[in-house]
């Protein structure tokens, strides 16, 4: 058993691991004597037969055949086609980007005609790395861990994941790029004041800033929790070179008169010289960019020869830089920290070895805190490399237990407690935390898409139990649970991980409370556990990638207009008598909101306004049942009771007639107590039973409603 680090690159893709020659980790040649490998994979059109290239092979055929080379699937990795950074890339990328086959929303990449998860492209990639770090390693390679950017989401992180399982890798741990890249730094080691670190972290195609922080362990050992990320996924070395690319076009109009702007050719060679010309000026004042018969057209074949000096090159990315710096201080600002609140800076990337963007750092922090003295190209895979080395199991989390087991145990070989939220250990400890909260998307009141939070962002994972909240049911035999993460309240707005839905069998009724586990693994996988109070009924799952996502609430299906305007005048009606019925228990400000929205609801109708109606009824609906307070309890209380059992409707109305004397009394504590025992009154009688649901209760596809006493929350 061998385990090496990867750092699975946008660009460029490398490999550490233990060297039993020199006991130390190091840096990986692959089967061309290079530390990097380009993530990049083709397929080669030849005598008629496809043959699969990868890396350097790749990307040296890529000029020929553009559309069947995929660069970048890492922009890809778990998302959706429909999501913006998609459109972005295709709009870049030369390959054909698509939809899933049925129903899968998930973005998929055509090559040689077929359909294939980003995954699977990235399975390439790593099967390549895994079998030259073998050769070179001299025996075979079966775990690693793997780095992603801190940016990542599950369901990104969950197709990394996948794509080394195709690969046939065991999985150790999959880690942030920067906290990788800390302990490559060293700066796990004991010793030293160290609290705070940024990365900065500038790659070829995509910018990368997080703030890490140390939290010591009992031996000293510094661990990391990152506690945020920011950047542009679309900013990096790539982008120095075109515009020395921008240059050299410029110059052959200039001083050759001919237009290569079209030419792919022209402009593969052109983006070649531009990176060396970059590289030698980090070096030199001056360089000269030669393309012998770089042009061939109607004007004859035509080479460049074109002069280019530091300072030129200096002025031309000088708004990339700045941006880069505006970007270090917007996150600094966003914690409210300065220059002096971090300890090390760490230089990440080979972006950020292009002379101007080290200064750039250099002269915003100071000299003495910026360190590279490691490859910036190679420090993500050295730190996996040392993580891969040191990880030595998961430990059994029973408290009398703790025993390491093998990656693959599914319980523990002592004690046989389940291994799920199982912790890696080994002497380089790493804290983790959820950077975003994770929830689910409900309805609440009138609102519908309420994001609803059930492990809180900040939590650290694995978690020692599930985290549980109550919600529901609709009027839905379809119990259908959206899960997010995400930190905004609209659900949608948050990213969707996926789906877990169920049919409520016939001989379980409606309308009952339904509770909503989460529980996070250490390897950052989601299981939702969907259980119906009083029943045996539950259900566990992880959330489903590959379903249809969950509609945005406005395309929800057209009803019959006339329908809704005679629910709309009901509604209206109903509220009147609302209003007259329970006034003395409904508090002046909430009575006028009321009576706002009747006279709106009024106005729909004769207006034949058949946009607002529906609108207007689940308003009225909510203040009816929701925001009144007693008088919402009480209008409850009447539809509880409404052909329930004699026993309820007694205890019900008893109930009732407490909370008015008590109410009548003035005593506040004892009507607050009075009614949260009518509330449980409520609540019992719909779970006994199939009563009609609330009004406002509708069949949102199956959402769940979050119930009354969360309201608030
Ligand atoms: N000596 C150098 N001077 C300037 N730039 C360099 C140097 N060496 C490499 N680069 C640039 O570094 C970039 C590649 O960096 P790196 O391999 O870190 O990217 P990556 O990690 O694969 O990409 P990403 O971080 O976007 O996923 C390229 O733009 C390359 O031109
Ligand atoms: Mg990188």
Known sequence: MKAI?????????????????????????????????????????????????VGEDA??????????????????????????????????????????????????????????????????????????????????????????????????????????ERAGLVVKKIIDEPTAAAVAFGLHKPGGARSRVLVYDLGGGTFDISVLNTVKDAEGNSQFQVLRSAGDIWLGGDDFDLAIVERIIAWMRDERGVDPSRDKEFLFQAKKAAEAAKRELNELSETYIVIP???HGPEGIVDVEMALTREEFQRMIAPLVTRTMDLVKE???GYEL??????????????????????AVEAYFGGDKVRRNINPMECVAYGAGVLAETLNGVECPAPQCLKANEYTAEACADCGQSLVNARP??????????????????????????????????????????????????????????VYEGDSHVASENDEQGVVEFELPQEIEINRHVDVSFNYSADRIITVRVSVRGTDM????????????????????????????EELGLAEREAQHFLKRYGPYIEHTQELKVRRDITQAQRAVEMGDSGEYQRLTELLLDDMYHQCG??????????????????????????????????????RIQTAEQAKNLRSMIAVAYSERAVPSLPSKRDYDGILQVPDDMAGG
């Open 5 to 53: 680090g990867i750092d699975l690159g946008t660009t460029n893709s490398a490999v550490a691991a233990h060297d039993p020659h020199r006991d130390d980790i190091a840096v990986l040649t692959n089967s061309k004597g290079d530390r990097l490998t380009p993530s990049v994979v083709g397929l080669a059109r030849r005598d008629g037969k496809d043959q699969t290239l």
């Open 59 to 164: 990307l040296r055929w890529a000029v020929r055949q553009p559309r069947e080379t995929v660069v970048s699937v890492k922009r890809l990795m778990g998302r959706d086609f429909a999501d913006r950074s998609v459109a972005q890339a295709r709009e870049r990328l030369s390959y054909e980007i698509v939809s899933g086959p049925d129903d899968d929303p998930r973005a998929h990449v055509l090559l040689g005609g077929r359909s294939r998860t980003p995954s699977e492209i990235s399975s390439v990639i790593l099967d390549k790395l895994v079998r030259d770090a073998a050769r070179t390693l001299g025996e075979q390679v079966t775990h690693a861990v793997i780095t992603v950017p801190a940016y990542f989401r599950d369901a990104q992180r969950a197709a990394t994941r996948e794509a080394a």
């Open 293 to 295: 018969a770089a042009y």
């Open 331 to 333: 996150t600094l600002t």
């Open 338 to 359: 300065t220059p002096d609140d971090i300890s090390d800076v760490l230089l990440v990337g080979g972006g950020t070895l292009t002379r101007p963007v080290y200064e």
């Open 425 to 482: 250990v080994g002497s380089t400890g790493l804290f983790e935390s959820t950077p975003m909260a994770m929830g689910i998307a409900a309805v609440k009141g009138a609102r519908r898409d309420v994001f609803v939070p059930i492990i809180p962002a900040g939590s650290p994972f694995p978690l020692p139990e599930p985290r549980t909240r109550t919600f529901h049911a609709t009027d839905s035999r379809l119990i259908r649970v959206p």
């Open 538 to 565: 539950a259900l566990e799952a992880t959330p489903r990638r590959d379903k249809p996502r969950t509609p945005p609430p406005e395309t929800e299906r057209e009803v019959d207009s006339a329908v809704l305007r």
């Open 630 to 667: 007693l008088a919402s309890q009480f209008r409850q209380a009447e539809l509880a009771s409404d052909g329930a059992p004699l026993e309820t409707v007694k205890a019900i109305s008893e109930a009732v007639e407490q909370v008015k004397s008590a109410h009548r009394n003035g005593n």
